[in-house]
């Protein structure tokens, strides 16, 4: 069964990387869900997508140069007052329950790594005893190295699209980079994915395969039917219904 992962919650649904939307995603009943952390002026991790407020907030500016009560203070655009969220209050709504946790580590402005994120993400982990379910997530292969350096037994995963295949080389270099990390999972962008699938099958195999982003029902179909261990989609919705009706009927 293809896993059904939870893009920024479900952005497509309701605000990206919120409160709020995390809760709803939960409630969905989905398999895991994504998130993106940057890191705070005064080093706390904080959860957004963008290394810019501008276009998920209605404030402006880099994320890196606001502290926590800060960005806190931030309204995030339709939430309804709520503001840019820390990682440990996002990780307090998925406390215990069993979903997968695939935690992706940001670029700032510059898109450069920030200095001693991996650290702080791996302790979040270990702290709170998600070492069985949290996966960090990196287009950067040095970033992945770094947490594996930081905790070897660590899950990670890579995501791969076209722009960042060739400013590694292309898409064999790029597999290559990721495949050298022991054991490290790979999601890459669905229609590089589609030309690429038995090169990255090869490589990876399909239990560490998946696809990103699947949206509208003909799509989402089309990756549940194909050989690989998860898709990330910003409409887990219909993505849940759709792998109802794949199943088969019990009698």
């Known amino acids: 069964m293809v896993l059904i992962i939870g893009h920024r919650g479900a952005r497509n649904l309701w605000p990206e990387n919120s409160l709020d939307g995390f809760r709803r995603t939960l409630a969905l009943g989905v398999d895991g869900v994504e998130l993106d952390v940057?890191?705070?002026?005064?080093?706390?991790?904080?959860?957004?997508?963008?290394?810019t407020l501008e276009r998920t907030t209605e404030a402006s500016g880099a994320v890196q140069d606001r502290t926590t009560a800060e960005l806190a203070a931030i309204r995030l655009r339709d939430a309804d007052g709520e503001g840019v969220p820390r990682l440990d209050d996002v990780l307090d709504i998925f406390r215990g329950s069993t979903l997968e946790l695939h935690l992706e580590i940001k670029t700032d402005v510059a898109g450069r790594a920030y200095?001693?994120?991996e650290a702080r993400l791996v302790?979040?982990?270990?702290?709170?005893?998600?070492?069985?379910?949290?996966?960090?997530?990196?287009?950067?292969?040095e970033v992945l190295q770094t947490v594996r350096r930081l905790d070897p037994t660590q899950r990670v995963l890579a995501s791969l699209d076209r722009r960042s295949a060739e400013l590694m080389g292309g898409i064999e270099a790029a597999l290559d980079r990721f495949a050298a990390i022991d054991g490290c999972l790979l999601a890459v962008e669905k229609s590089l994915?589609?030309?690429?699938?038995?090169?990255?099958?090869?490589?990876?195999?399909n239990e560490r395969l998946g696809a990103w982003v699947?949206?509208?029902?003909?799509?989402?179909?089309?990756?549940?039917?194909?050989?690989?261990?998860?898709?990330?989609t910003d409409r887990p919705d219909l993505a849940?219904?759709?792998?109802?009706d794949l199943l088969p009927v019990r009698s």
């Not at 849940?240 to 109802?244: G, N, S």
């Open 123 to 141: 302790d979040a982990i270990q702290r709170r005893g998600l070492h069985q379910r949290a996966i960090i997530t990196c287009f950067v292969p």
């Open 193 to 205: 994915l589609a030309a690429t699938l038995d090169l990255c099958r090869q490589r990876f195999g």
């Open 214 to 232: 699947p949206n509208d029902p003909h799509d989402i179909t089309y990756w549940l039917h194909q050989p690989i261990r998860r898709i990330t």
């Open 115 to 117: 200095r001693g994120l």
């Open 38 to 51: 940057h890191l705070s002026r005064d080093g706390d991790l904080a959860v957004i997508h963008d290394p």
């Open 240 to 244: 849940l219904v759709a792998r109802r």
